[in-house]
């Protein structure tokens, strides 16, 4: 086993979502390297099937594989919903999802033990996060549903004000009233809206998103095998897209929390 | 030059919107077959690349041409103002677009010779419809201005109440105010939100969407070129999707003003 790694985490959603999950990650391990995809030419993933979601997220994975990571995070809920166990039984490298770790923040986080769950229709349709939620915690009681019209606000900015309050009270009007205390945000894209969530779920019901917990998870999974990069090691950060980066780099800033200088445009067939 | 034609007219976009334009051919056109393509597994097309969405574009074509169509209809404004000047060049069968037919109608509408135009992001930067609006009316005035909420919302079936009323006050409030006196739906999307956005812009705003004008511009094409199916023909329409058909099957029943009895889901790798 090796002692010390210098290759790169591999990072991937279907476009700057999972940035979300880059950031938790560099701010837990700031010596590790990444690799991060958006499959910007196909997103989003959360209104398609999940077998379109899978074949996708399998030639996502492939790329960076060949690019000799030595972790995949699966960055992005809906390709970890769809796609999670045929990853891991394909690939050589250990694979991490964002749904496992988001479901064990979740049901530690809970009182009630009565936990909601928000994501895009292909994540709360596949039933993920209930089966995770259950396993985490047997005798939960889960209330999942789908928000579909999150992803394009955060997409476009729309992160406060009258449109995305008055969108956020139509969906989750019905977490405020009953006994959720937890709710996960089950999408890379939900985090931007976190204040106008918070705001229409009010105080009594905690906001769980999985970006620290998968953070958390990669360090204590690299520890384990001793593939942690060196204390002190220069991080190295490199960005890829499937569609032109001027709007990846442009957007990608606003959800990572920092300047993106450059990402590249690679020709990925499927 | 044949006399009649039975073979069918090929409809492209990247999903359901581009069934208002077949609706409007199919009331027009009654014993025309057609083949409609919706590319289910990378929608939307608006938030992306012209390099992208033209890539995506000559594939759908290359689909329908293969299965001997006799016309090209680009049923798409995003994918006709990114990618009909290549496939006019390329493809052996007529092309047409949405862009010019709609553009043509809103010149002829205008009194005031001041248009507005709403689309994609995509539309709206490359431009086309400014041009097309230019050649159709030397010296009209165009405003032109992106509305990319419209799309999920027009997907979402959230075409009424509150949240796509706020949503068309944010973007089109310039067009209640200004001398602009008609308004070019310029996403099949958008004839969906209709009612919303004439409620915005007001009675002195004339709506106009491509579908009717397009219909209008195929009839006349087939029938300049003899290529016409012979009255009281029956006609055969056929669905394909790049994703699982069951959404495109239930949404586009909403878009197209019937019932689709299913679609076929075929397997274009690009």
Chains 1, 2 share one sequence.
Request: neutral net charge.
């Amino acid at each position: 086993m090796r002692q010390s790694d210098h290759r790169a985490i591999g990072v991937f959603d279907s476009g700057v979502g999972g940035l979300t999950v880059l950031k938790a990650l560099m701010e837990r391990l700031p010596q590790e390297s990444t690799f991060y995809l958006g499959d910007t030419a196909r997103v989003p993933y959360g209104t398609k099937s999940a077998e379109v979601v899978t074949r996708y997220s399998l030639k996502n994975a492939e790329f960076l594989i060949g690019r000799e990571i030595k972790l995949l995070v699966v960055a992005c809920n809906t390709g970890s919903a769809a796609a999670l166990p045929q990853l891991s039984r394909e690939l050589k490298v250990p694979v991490l999802g964002v749904i496992e770790p988001g479901a064990q923040a979740a049901s530690t986080s809970s009182q009630s033990g009565h936990i909601g769950v928000i994501g895009t229709p292909a994540t709360i349709r596949s039933g993920a996060y209930q089966r995770a939620l259950m396993e985490a915690r047997p005798g939960v009681k889960v209330k999942a549903k789908a928000c579909p019209l999150f992803v394009p606000l955060a997409e476009e900015g729309w992160v406060g004000g009258d449109v995305p309050r008055l969108v956020a009270r139509e969906y989750l009007a019905d977490f405020a009233r009953n006994g959720v205390d937890t709710l996960v945000l089950g999408c890379t894209h939900y985090p931007l809206l976190k204040d106008v969530i918070a705001d229409v779920v009010g105080d009594r019901v905690k906001l769980v998103d999985s970006a620290d917990a998968t953070a958390a998870a990669a360090a204590s999974l690299l520890a384990g095998r001793g593939l942690l990069a060196p204390e002190g090691a220069t991080a190295q950060h490199r960005y890829f897209v499937t569609d032109v980066p001027e709007r990846f780099v442009e957007v990608g800033a606003r959800f990572l929390g920092r300047h993106i200088d450059s990402a590249e445009q690679v020709d990925l067939t499927f």
